[in-house]
Every structure is written in C-alpha cells, then in structure tokens.
C-alpha cells in the first residue's frame, strides 16, 4: 500500500501517553512486585513458590483446554450452517448468538445452578420418572459446561464471519474436481477458516484458563483454578499482593507463549486475525 | 442434510437461551426459591424499585459506560487517525503490540496490573484509599480503546488519502480537511467502536472488580448478591438488563437496515 496516509502521527501522542502509563507502566510495576516482598526488599521467594500452584496451572490449562475443544467442535458446524440460510436468517442468528454475550455472563452462569443444582431441574424431572439424582452440580463436567457455554458465541462469530466471506466457488471448484465432501472440508474449508478458527480459540481460551467466578459457583470450592489462587490472595489484602502478581505474571507469560505458538502455527495473519 | 442442519442450529440455540429462559420463569417466582416454582408474582420486581444499593450501582454502571466509552472513542479515533501516520515500520509495530496487550492478556493480569499501578502511585502521593471512581474510569477507558482503534483503522485505511489533499487543494485547512472529509468516511467505524466500547464498560467485572473500591458498578452488586443466598431478585435484574439489550439490539438492526436500504436507493439513482 502506497497510498498517502492522511493526518499527522502527532495526534496519537495522548494514546501513546496513555498506554505507556496505563498498559506497559502497570505490567513493570507487577514484575516489581513479582520480585519483591511486602516490604520492598528484593526476593526470589515469590516466583520459587509458583511450585506449590503447579496443580492449579495444570487444571485450568487442562479444563480451559478441553472447554475450547468442546467448544470448538460445536461451534464450527454452526458457523458453516448458518453460512448456507439467507442473508436475513443470517443476520438474525447472528444477532441471536450475540444477545447472550451482552447480558451479564454472571448471571447466565448462575442460572446453570438451577438446572443442575440437586434439587434443580434436572433431577426434578429425572426423579419424576424414577431415576437419579444425578450429581451434576460441583463437579469438573459443570466448570467445563460453564466455560462452553459463557464463551462459545465468541467462537461461533469468528468463524462465521471468516466463512461467510470465503469464496464459495472454491468449493464448487473442489467438487467439479471430484473432492468428496471430506477432501473438500480438509482441503479447503478448514485452511480457509484457519483465521477464524485462531481468533476464537483466543477468544474461548484465555478468559477460560484465567476464570474464578465459574469455578466457584458451578465446581464447588474444590476445584481451585490459577484465577481463583489469585483472587484468594488478592482477597487477603496487602501482605499478599506480591505472591498474587507473581501469580499473575507467570499465567500472563504462559498465556501469551500460547497464543505466540498458536499464531505461529497458524501461519501469522498480517491484520492479526478477525476480530468479530 | 438441510433438515438435519436447521435442527442442529435449534439445538445450540436451546443451549444458548436454556439458561435465560430459566431466568426469566423464576423471576416472576412467588416463594423465593430458585428450583421450585410457587405461582406467579412479580413481587420482586418491586423489590427491586426500593433497591436503593442496586438502583445506584445502575447509576455508576451507566455513568462509566458513557464517560469511558466517549473518552476512548475519541482518544482511540486521533490514535487511529495518528497511527496510520506513522512511516516506521518498527514504531508502529510497537505501538500495535502495545494496543494488543489488553486484548490478548486475561482480564484477571489486566485488572491486577492497574489495581497494583492505583495502589503503588496512591501510596506516593499519600493516599489511603487510591481505587474509586477514577480508577474505575481510568481501566475502562484503557481496556476499550484497543478495541476502538481497531475498528477504526480498517476504514482509514479504505479511505482515499487523496480525498483530504482534493479538500485541502481547494483551500480547507488540514483540520476542516479531516472534518469534512476524513470523519464521515470512517464514522461508521467510529460508531462501532463507540458501541463497542459502551457495551464492553456494562459488562465488565473482572477488571471493575480489582479497581473499583468503594465504587461499585452493577457487575460488583451482582457478584456479591450471588455470593449470599440465592434468591430470585438477581433473576428479575437480569431479566430486565436481557429485555433492554434485546430491544437496542432490534432496533439498532432496524436501523441498519433502513440506512442500507436508503444507500442502495441513492446508488441507484
């Protein structure tokens, strides 16, 4: 692109004071603390005691892995379907897959409790027919269900908007060409969605490995992701802030190697991939 | 195939609205229970009328969705605006990385980042208690302007350079220039972002949660209400907050549609 870009880069001076000050400034001052004790003196002692959490890591990354995968294999198939209705269909569900995401996800994963509580809907309707009580509620199945559910439209509009825009005489091509309807999505579908695919696997993943509201209203107090280690701490005030950022630092260092593995995978997209 | 496709997309919309539709039927719950339905009241509704602590963190919820949104909008257009000016490949690389951050880091790293930034420069100048409307505002509007730059900078980049230097060549000021030629060609950008950045404000709670102190915004009150027994009030809230969106949501589609159809309308002539 050579065209002459208008404007003067002066004017984005006030955003780069701002996210030197609020974005980089903030992520020093939590290595700081990383690094330091309560007192400000220097120490290691933080970042040698992540140890003790390696259980956490590994759940969250496990739950919030098999969530994006769960998530994933629903959502694809959605995304191509609605891909073949209308345009006027189309833009309904779209808008109907993005209601959801506006309301308050604390209340839509709080409502799961009275689905599958005990007592809940669930296995009122199982022990009308004699069966039961299932133990739904408090277990690791519900945590996964809750990251699916709260996250899955943020993998359903990538997807349809990458797909939606695809060319659809490369199929037809494929098919003149004898593909079966196999080939054709190995192929070519999924190449082609691959942009999508990486913006919402981000989009699913990163708030699921870091949540501590659906671990503690659909897991109980027994299952303890690395996002409820940190609010614990941060809960308990000062004294353990320095642990809670060394906390958060190595869960930001792990994300963002994630995400840089994905995307180099994934053949790097120059816009950095669809946003929505 | 067809039949079996269209019963597929029923199948995740039932997973996607089971839990709204839940809500909403024991909202309207006359005991307070939130398994067994008594029969029809709308008592909690009312309750909520008299909530003077929910009716205020609606207050601050709204207050700092329109003051975030407003200021990230137009700091985030100038940055887009400045940073498509930008020759260096490297700093503007590096300003994009920087955008990116809160984007991609969880809100959880985000929110203890800035809470522990309020609390280190509260305790310089003094301060006992740093977090309250401010910081609040502050994370607000730095976690929505990525999302405002981003959308505007593709339209910039749709946008004609030559149109500006035309306007300017027929003697507009650079300033009147962008004015009248720049901003109604990436408004529709604009207004994403705006939207964007207003609806992202509403619902967050994570980073509202680590930064606001005493200020409590709506997300806050909700957390808290779930934490304590579980009554249907929460429902009632919900239920209202998915009827409002719903209702934007429609009309903002009805409008859409009607400016579309006006353009293609002008096309044709």
Redesign the interface.
């Known amino acids: ?1 050579n ?14 004071v ?3 000050i ?6 020093i ?2 290595v700081y ?1 990383s690094l330091t004790d309560q007192n400000g003196a220097f120490t290691l002692a933080n970042i040698s005691d992540i140890g003790k959490y390696k259980k956490a890591f590994g759940i969250s990354i496990l739950y919030a892995a098999v969530a994006t995968l769960i998530t994933l294999v ?1 959502a694809y ?2 995304a191509y ?2 891909t ?1 209705l209308n345009i006027s269909s189309q ?1 309904m ?1 779209f ?6 995401m ?7 994963t ?6 599958l ?1 005990n ?3 669930i296995n ?1 309707f199982l022990s009308k027919l004699g069966l039961g009580p299932l133990r739904l509620i408090n277990t690791p199945g519900a945590v996964i269900l809750g990251m699916v ?1 709260d996250f ?2 943020y993998m ?1 509009l990538p997807l349809y908007s990458v797909m939606s825009k695809l060319d659809k005489s490369l199929l037809e091509a494929a098919e003149d060409l004898g593909s079966d309807a196999f080939t054709k999505f190995r192929r070519v579908l999924f190449p082609l969605s691959k942009p999508g695919m990486i913006s919402g696997i ?1 989009m699913v993943f ?2 699921s ?2 949540t ?2 659906i671990s503690q ?1 659909l897991g109980g107090n027994k299952t303890m992701l690395i ?1 409820d280690t ?2 614990y701490f ?1 809960n308990l005030g ?1 004294t353990y ?1 320095n642990i ?2 060394a906390i ?2 190595v ?2 260092v792990m ?2 190697v994630c ?1 840089f593995i994905m995307n180099r995978c994934g053949g790097n997209d120059e ?2 991939g669809v ?1 929505m | 195939m067809k039949l079996l496709s269209r019963l597929y997309i029923a199948l995740i919309i039932l997973f996607l609205y089971a839990p709204v539709a839940v809500m909403i039927v024991f909202s309207f719950n006359s005991s307070s229970s939130v398994w067994v339905m008594g029969g029809f009241s709308t008592r909690w509704y009312e309750g909520l009328v008299k909530n003077t602590v929910m009716l205020s963190a609606l207050e601050h919820t709204l207050i700092i969705a329109l003051l975030s949104a407003i200021i990230s909008t137009v700091l985030g257009t100038a940055a887009a605006v400045g940073i498509t000016a930008i020759r260096n490949r490297i700093a503007k690389k590096a300003v994009m990385s920087v955008t990116q951050i809160p984007m991609m880091n969880a809100d959880i790293v985000t929110g203890i980042s800035l809470m522990l930034l309020f609390i280190f420069f509260g305790k310089l100048i003094g301060l006992d208690e740093s977090l309250g409307f401010a910081t609040v505002l502050i994370a607000h509007i730095t976690f929505n302007l990525p999302y405002v730059i981003l959308s505007v900078i593709p339209r910039l980049r749709q946008t004609d350079a030559h149109l500006s230097e035309a306007a300017m060549d027929l003697g507009c000021t650079p300033v009147k220039a962008f004015f009248k030629v720049i901003l109604p060609s990436i408004s529709t950008g604009i207004v994403t972002g705006f939207i964007m950045a207003f609806t992202l404000s509403l619902d967050d709670f994570v980073i509202s949660y680590f930064t606001c102190g005493h200020y409590q915004t709506l997300p806050i009150v909700i957390y808290n209400m779930t934490k304590k027994s579980v009554t249907p009030d929460t429902y009632a809230l919900s239920t209202l907050i998915f009827i409002t969106v719903f209702v934007l949501l429609i009309l903002y589609n009805i409008l859409q549609t009607k400016s579309e159809k006006k353009r293609t309308e002008i096309r044709r002539v």
């Open positions: 692109m065209k002459k870009a208008f404007g003067n880069k002066l004017v984005a001076s006030p955003y780069i701002w996210s030197a609020f974005i980089v400034v903030p992520l001052i939590m603390f629903l198939p959605m379907f609605m073949k833009r569900l808008m109907i897959v993005m209601i959801p506006w309301m308050n996800f604390l209340i839509r709080y409502s799961w409790i009275t689905i509580a007592t809940g809907l009122t559910y899955i439209p359903i981000t990163v708030p490995v870091s501590f509201y209203k996002g940190i609010e941060f000062p802030y809670a950022s958060s630092l869960l930001m994300i963002l995400l816009d950095g946003l």
